[in-house]
Antibody, heavy 115, light 112 residues
Framework: EGQVVESGGGLVQPGGSRRLTCAAS????????MHWVRQAPGKGLEWVSY????????YYTDSVKGRFTISRDNAKNSLYLQMNSLRAEDTAVYYC????????WGQGTVVTVSS | QSVLTQPPSVSGAPGQRVTISCTGS?????????VHWYQQLPGTAPKLLIY???NRPSGVPDRFSASKSGTSASLAIAGLQADDEADYYC????????????FGGGTKLTVL
């Protein structure tokens, strides 16, 4: 069925940047739309961003527009999330997930924004 | 405040049946968009439990079922087991928001 594995999380200072990577395997990555979903500590799931299979369609939730950039490299079976101007409220576990329904999730990578 | 409303918690004894509601509006569930359900066991990533309103992925027991009507959906769990204790989330799509993919706030199921 396939799997995805996120990496790149860590401790970042407010205003800093971080790039998350999601490595896909076991399925034909290039034909699937992908999402980033996050979960703040003790909170529910929040959809963050979407990218179509060919990168032609991209969406963001309002709170990250202008700060986060989603991208993918189908040759490398990889999905990315470039996060700039990070804020404390961006602290969360970030999951990548394969197209809705979100049938494949990674284990998540933790991003902590704190000084 | 989530676009889709779920009860924060439900509980039931082993063997009992519980239901979890997911209330939306005419711009999401009521507009005909599919509802999906996810189970998140403690300390783990979410897992797809029900897709497209009432379909179970392979490997999901038939104790789990779901339905959709009007602007709401519901998840039913029959024959409760201790390892059903988890957070459950509904998810749909909203045509009026710039959020697009929307989740319920989640429901914590406690098996007594």
């Amino acid at each position: 069925e396939g799997q995805v594995v996120e990496s790149g999380g860590g401790l970042v200072q407010p205003g800093g940047s971080r790039r998350l990577t999601c490595a896909a395997s076991g399925f034909t990555f290039r034909i699937y739309n992908m999402h980033w979903v996050r979960q703040a500590p003790g909170k529910g799931l929040e959809w963050v961003s979407y990218i179509s299979s060919s990168s032609s369609v991209i969406y963001y939730t309002d709170s990250v527009k202008g700060r986060f950039t989603i991208s993918r490299d189908n040759a490398k079976n990889s999905l990315y999330l470039q996060m700039n101007s990070l804020r404390a409220e961006d602290t969360a576990v970030y999951y990548c997930a394969r197209e809705s329904p979100l049938s494949i999730w990674g284990q998540g990578t933790v991003v902590t924004v704190s000084s | 405040q989530s676009v889709l409303t779920q009860p924060p918690s439900v509980s039931g004894a082993p063997g009992q049946r519980v239901t979890i509601s997911c209330t939306g509006s005419t711009s999401n569930i009521g507009a005909g968009y599919d509802v999906h359900w996810y189970q998140q066991l403690p300390g783990t990533a979410p897992k797809l439990l029900i897709y497209s309103n009432n379909n179970r992925p392979s490997g999901v027991p038939d104790r789990f079922s779901a339905s959709k009507s009007g602007t709401s959906a519901s998840l039913a769990i029959a024959g409760l087991q201790a390892d059903d204790e988890a957070d459950y989330y509904c998810q749909s799509y909203d045509r009026n928001l710039s959020v697009y993919w929307v989740f319920g706030g989640g429901t914590k199921l406690t098996v007594l």
